[in-house]
């Protein structure tokens, strides 16, 4: 990797200043250090270590709202018996996350603004759309693993398992931009890279994401993924959902997907469709088929379309359970 | 004639592995943990393009960095590039970062030339050709018996399908890689081997010093399933750098690296066409298969198949068989010997062509293989299986089973011809007048548990407990032995330790006086010697062990039928090797071998990819191994044969996992996935589950 300077940042304030123009954060660095050591980045001039940063790492319970600090590790997530209680499919989508290992060190803020996976991206040799050549490798050649949606022409999937989960809550990210807290909503977080093949979420240089709130509104959650192997594997498609449930009908529903486009999957129409319904197979059935209208799959991801369709039916039946 | 002794303590017992305290508390130094004084971090520049013209390598700059004490490149001059990832030049410091400074910093004048990267895209006559002027692949060869045609047509069930194998990776734990230190006194080289004579003899000569002056050093190495028998461009590099340096360069490569450039296992496209006669008799076999064992294979090469020719119909006898096989270049890696070579892909396409055909004559799948295969080891090893899977209970008609989430069971037999001893082992053991005894022997421990062959069988014959005996490997200043390859170590290894100790008690009770030094004269014998120890030789003998082990395994899946996903929940393994050693070390071999072929059913390929020529997947995050999660429940089951002698294991313990994974998601679904691995996206697609694509792009 490039050489950089290194500083960890005992303030906001002082993170943003270290930071600068053309520095990076580096928290867990798990995902930044293979990003910098692959030179898959504009080398940063400064790492800006986040882990001390004051009140970052703490899960707040409220009566109507949740809040995650940024620096929560995926496995605190994953071990908190309230948020087992609270937010069940939170607890679900942490625990399948990489490895136990990777778990420990991996923070709620590193995992959302994670860079893309695209195997065409992560390649040392290959200069792609996303790295600002002019091919989409994957549109034209192996894309198993990418995007069923987008809204350009880069078919890379956001994968951040906590994201889709969080989608699915309604939670938002408070994210510290020029020293104004601005509210982001999972759809916000990613919608530059919707739009955009060289981004990979919406944050700008200097962002600071400090929390994730979550409306404690939805009673009843789930997280659920496929993958080629049982652990320790990308998901090749995942589904979160939530909702509360009263006397078999669904209320306040959501349903969001990973893995198979540049944002979380949702389609609102959905939602409220299931809105006030009692759930059976056939609503099931056509809720999935509304959240996957206008799919557009390739050569090599086509079997994403059954699978999600599965899944999808499998999270609606397992919240009503 | 020796003889193995027909009451054993040892032979065929228990015995942990001596080494399992150095392992389990790091002190077992492994060749990636040499620390030779002073030595430098060596690495390697590869191509980034799959074919180019290269005009020239500047180093200049690299040489410029802070710590490069040495840059070598390879080939001077113009050059042609065959495969992405082929080695250009090398270089060596003092830290691991201004190596990678200094990779960065040379520049090389590369010109990109067409490429082909697919098998069935570099037979298309228009394709790029991966040697210029030369066709990607020579007429197919062909072999025939009897009567193909005609015998089709008295067949009263026949099946076609078309039976794929990927590209595999050895992908051992530790990578390839030394440690060399090249000065006037000569060469030696810590080696992460499974080979310690055929590295010492590849660099003896490549760099042009006398074998006399060449040690290669292999105490402990993580692996090589085949991939490790020579001292490999990295260690003839790591000795130019050494030599250049004035200083021992360890040179390991990356996980990145392995997936490039150190071998693999040759694909197969296998379209086969199979017929019974009413009774059940295989009577007409047919094969067309094509397959490619990297850049090397082509035409213009005419050879370096590694393993793309298939040994078919493979177990069973077909009175009338064709069979036609084409080697294919593509611009990729080359093939090496993996772990049974060849048999792995011809045991996935022949055992699923047996189901496919079993299904159409409605026959249970183990009484058809019962009436073919003509093999008794394993027409008791099937017998043996059946009940102990309970195949009769769990065997029910393809695609029957209940449910979203269909289970299935598939079996398939295993062959391995070779798994017999080297004759020219040798080995020595000094004896001390304190009783202490050490083995030595050129053999090297690939993982495998060759240190604890020796002790086991070293006790036995002397009346000692296995922790009595002290053995070194490893080390070609000891005597020869084999290569760890072929599954001959054991079989090499325990006649010529049996052949020391038999010289070893009659030299003792010559020089004691002790008509029998073993077990509680020992001591008493030993120190008779006075003050000198005795060294006494031994080499091996025919008599003690023999080759051609056999085996069966059963499988039983859980297929998800909306996800696709598959769980292996559980294997029978039944295998015989003819005399067992150490049973605890054998049944690992055997766990490894199923799991290794699981991930060969259902995770591993190598992908490469068309439009930029690279390998897409050289990590162990989207290189699919089994982790322990995947792992089912392995029930080893052993035929203990003694009068048979010593056979290897190694290699058939992993040749029928695959295909009897493959027969029974076949069995679960009632339509086959006849392409490995069995990802869930090809069982939807088997299914019928998969929308066609939306649209076409360009
Ligand atoms: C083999 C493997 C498998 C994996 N599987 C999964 C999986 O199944 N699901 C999944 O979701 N993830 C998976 N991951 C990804 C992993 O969870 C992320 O790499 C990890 O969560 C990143 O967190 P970190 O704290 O280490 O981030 P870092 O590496 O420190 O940072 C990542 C990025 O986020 C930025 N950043 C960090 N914190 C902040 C902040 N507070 N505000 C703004 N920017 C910030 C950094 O600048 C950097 O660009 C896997 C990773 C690996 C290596």
Same mark, same amino acid.
């Given at each position: 990797m490039n050489a950089f300077q290194y500083a960890t940042a005992q303030s906001n304030a002082s993170a943003r200043e270290l930071a600068g123009a053309k520095g990076m954060y580096v928290a867990g660095g798990n995902d930044l250090l293979g990003l910098l050591k692959d030179y898959l980045v504009p080398a940063p001039d400064i790492l800006v270590n986040i882990k001390a940063l004051p009140g970052m790492s703490q899960i707040q319970r409220g009566d109507k709202t949740w809040a995650i600090g940024a620096l929560v590790t995926v496995a605190e997530i994953e071990d908190d018996p309230d948020i087992r209680e609270t937010f069940p499919g939170l607890h679900e989508a942490a625990a399948e996350i990489a490895s136990q290992q990777i778990r420990n060190v991996a923070t709620v803020g590193g995992n959302l603004a994670q860079h893309s996976r695209c195997w065409y991206f992560r390649h040392r040799d290959t200069v792609c759309l996303k790295k600002g050549g002019d091919l989409?490798?994957?549109?034209? !050649?192996?894309?198993?693993?990418?995007?069923?949606?987008?809204?350009?022409?880069?078919?890379?999937?956001?994968?951040?398992?906590?994201?889709?989960?969080?989608?699915?809550?309604?939670?938002?990210?408070? /994210?510290?931009?020029?020293?104004?807290?601005?509210?982001?909503?999972?759809?916000? @977080?990613?919608?530059?890279?919707?739009?955009?093949?060289?981004?990979?979420? !919406?944050?700008?240089?200097?962002?600071?994401?400090?929390? /994730?709130?979550?409306?404690?509104?939805?009673?009843?959650?789930?997280?659920?993924?496929? !993958?080629?192997?049982?652990?320790?594997?990308?998901? @090749? /498609?995942?589904?979160?959902?939530?909702?509360?449930?009263?006397?078999?009908?669904?209320?306040?529903?959501?349903?969001?997907?990973?893995?198979?486009?540049p944002v979380p999957h949702q389609v609102e129409a959905a939602n409220a469709f299931l809105d006030g319904r009692t759930l059976d197979d056939a609503t099931a059935s056509a809720a999935a088929d509304m959240i996957l209208a206008g799919a557009k799959p390739l050569e090599h991801n086509g079997y994403k379309m059954p699978l999600a369709h599965a899944l999808i039916r499998r999270a609606l039946s397992k919240l009503v359970a | 004639?020796?003889?193995?002794?027909? *009451?054993?303590?040892? &032979?065929?017992?228990? $015995?942990?592995?001596?080494?399992?305290? *150095?392992?389990?508390?790091? *002190?077992?130094?492994?060749?990636?943990?040499? *620390?030779?004084?002073?030595?430098?971090?060596?690495? &390697?520049?590869?191509?980034?393009? #799959?074919?180019?013209?290269?005009?020239?390598?500047?180093?200049?700059?690299?040489?410029?960095? #802070?710590? &490069?004490?040495?840059?070598?490149?390879? =080939?001077? =001059?113009?050059? $042609?590039?065959?495969?992405?990832?082929e080695e250009l030049a090398a270089v060596a410091g003092t830290t691991k970062q201004a190596c990678l400074d200094a990779l960065r910093a040379i520049e090389v004048d590369a010109t990109p030339m067409p490429f082909v990267v697919h098998e069935t895209d570099a037979k298309k006559t228009d394709s790029a050709k991966v040697w210029e002027g030369s066709p990607n692949f020579g007429g197919p060869s062909t072999r025939e018996h009897g009567d193909v045609d005609s015998a089709f047509s008295e067949c009263a069930a026949i099946i076609e399908g078309f039976y794929t194998t990927p590209v595999q990776i050895h992908n051992p734990m530790e990578t390839h890689g030394n440690t060399v230190s090249w000065t006037d006194d000569g060469v030696t080289c810590w080696a992460s081997t499974q080979g310690i004579s055929s590295v010492k003899d590849s660099l003896s000569g490549a760099l042009q010093v006398d074998q006399s002056q060449v040690r290669v050093i292999t105490e402990y190495m993580g692996g090589g399933f085949g991939a490790?028998?020579?001292?490999?461009?990295?260690?003839?590099?790591?000795?130019?750098?050494?030599?250049?340096?004035?200083?021992?360069?360890?040179?390991?490569? $990356?996980?990145?690296?392995?997936?490039?450039?150190?071998?693999?296992?040759?694909?197969?496209?296998?379209?086969?066409?199979?017929?019974?006669?009413?009774?059940? $008799?295989?009577?007409?076999?047919?094969?067309?298969?094509? =397959?490619?064992?990297?850049?090397?294979? =082509?035409?213009?090469?005419?050879?370096?198949?590694?393993?793309?020719?298939?040994?078919?119909?493979?177990?069973?006898?077909?009175?009338?068989?064709?069979?036609?096989?084409?080697?294919?270049?593509?611009?990729?890696?080359?093939?090496?010997?993996?772990?049974?070579?060849?048999?792995?892909?011809?045991?996935?396409?022949?055992?699923?062509?047996?189901?496919?055909?079993?299904?159409?004559?409605?026959?249970?799948p183990v009484e058809f293989?019962?009436?073919?295969?003509?093999?008794?080891?394993?027409?008791?090893?099937?017998?043996?299986?059946?009940?102990?899977f309970g195949w009769k209970d769990k065997y029910k008609k393809p695609g029957s089973s209940p449910g979203i989430v269909k289970t299935g069971v598939g079996c398939a037999g295993a062959a391995w011809p070779a798994g017999g001893g080297t004759r020219s082992t040798k080995g020595e053991a000094s004896i001390y007048p304190d009783g202490s005894v050490e083995f030595r022997l050129g053999v090297q421990d690939i993982g495998t548990g060759t240190r604890t062959v020796i002790a086991v069988v070293a006790a036995e014959l002397l009346g000692l407990t296995p922790e009595q005996i002290r053995v070194r490997v490893g080390d070609t200043n000891f005597p020869p032995g084999p290569g760890s390859g072929g599954s001959t170590t054991c079989p090499s290894v325990a006649p010529t330790v049996n052949d020391i100790c038999s010289n070893a008690l009659q030299q003792l009770q010559t020089l004691s006086g002790v008509a029998d030094a073993r077990g509680d004269n020992w001591y008493a014998a030993c120190k008779k010697l006075g003050v000198t120890p005795l060294t006494v030789h031994g080499q091996w003998q025919p008599g003690l062990s023999e080759s051609r082990a056999c085996g069966v395994q059963f499988a039983e899946v859980a297929v998800d039928t909306e996800t696709g996903f598959v769980t292996l929940k559980k294997v029978v393994a039944v295998h015989d090797c003819g005399l067992i050693i150490d049973k605890l070390t054998l049944e690992s071999q055997i766990n490894g071998g199923v799991i290794m072929g699981m991930g060969y059913a259902l995770y591993e390929e190598r992908v490469m990819d068309d439009l930029s020529g690279v390998v897409l997947n050289p990590n162990f995050e989207t290189y699919k191994l089994p982790g322990i999660a995947d792992v089912p429940d392995i029930d080893v089951v052993l035929i203990n044969m003694p009068e048979r002698g010593v056979i290897g294991i190694g290699e058939p313990a992993t040749v029928p996992t695959a295909a009897a994974i493959g027969n029974a998601v076949a069995n679960a679904l009632g339509v086959r996935v006849s392409s490995l691995p069995i990802t869930p996206a090809k069982v939807l697609a088997a299914l019928g589950k998969v929308p066609p694509v939306a649209s076409t792009t360009t």
């Open positions: 989409c490798y994957a549109l034209n !050649s192996d894309n198993r693993y990418h995007s069923l949606f987008t809204g350009n022409t880069c078919i890379s999937p956001v994968v951040s398992s906590l994201a889709t989960m969080f989608a699915a809550l309604d939670a938002t990210a408070i /994210v510290l931009r020029d020293s104004q807290e601005t509210r982001m909503s999972m759809d916000d @977080l990613y919608h530059a890279a919707w739009e955009n093949p060289l981004a990979h979420n !919406s944050l700008k240089p200097g962002d600071l994401i400090t929390r /994730v709130e979550i409306p404690v509104a939805r009673h009843r959650s789930t997280y659920m993924q496929v !993958s080629d192997k049982h652990t320790f594997d990308w998901a @090749l /498609v995942s589904c979160a959902a939530a909702a509360d449930v009263d006397g078999g009908k669904l209320s306040s529903p959501r349903v969001a997907l990973g893995s198979i486009s | 004639m020796s003889s193995w002794p027909s *009451q054993t303590k040892y &032979i065929g017992a228990e $015995t942990r592995r001596i080494d399992a305290p *150095q392992k389990v508390t790091g *002190q077992a130094r492994y060749s990636s943990d040499i *620390q030779a004084p002073g030595w430098l971090y060596g690495m &390697i520049l590869r191509s980034s393009l #799959p074919a180019a013209k290269i005009g020239g390598i500047n180093v200049d700059k690299a040489r410029q960095i #802070p710590g &490069i004490k040495a840059v070598v490149t390879l =080939g001077d =001059g113009e050059r $042609t590039v065959h495969f992405y990832g490790k028998f020579n001292a490999g461009v990295e260690g003839i590099l790591a000795a130019r750098l050494s030599r250049e340096a004035k200083a021992p360069v360890r040179m390991m490569l $990356t996980r990145f690296d392995e997936a490039l450039a150190v071998g693999n296992r040759p694909s197969s496209f296998q379209k086969i066409k199979m017929g019974a006669l009413a009774d059940g $008799t295989l009577h007409a076999f047919e094969m067309d298969n094509y =397959g490619t064992a990297g850049f090397a294979a =082509g035409g213009a090469t005419g050879g370096g198949g590694s393993g793309v020719e298939l040994p078919m119909p493979y177990l069973y006898r077909v009175p009338n068989s064709r069979v036609s096989q084409t080697v294919v270049a593509v611009n990729a890696g080359s093939a090496r010997a993996f772990r049974a070579p060849s048999n792995p892909p011809a045991s996935y396409g022949m055992e699923s062509a047996m189901d496919d055909l079993a299904v159409k004559l409605g026959m249970d293989r019962l009436k073919n295969d003509p093999n008794p080891i394993r027409q008791r090893e099937y017998a043996i299986g059946v009940e102990k």
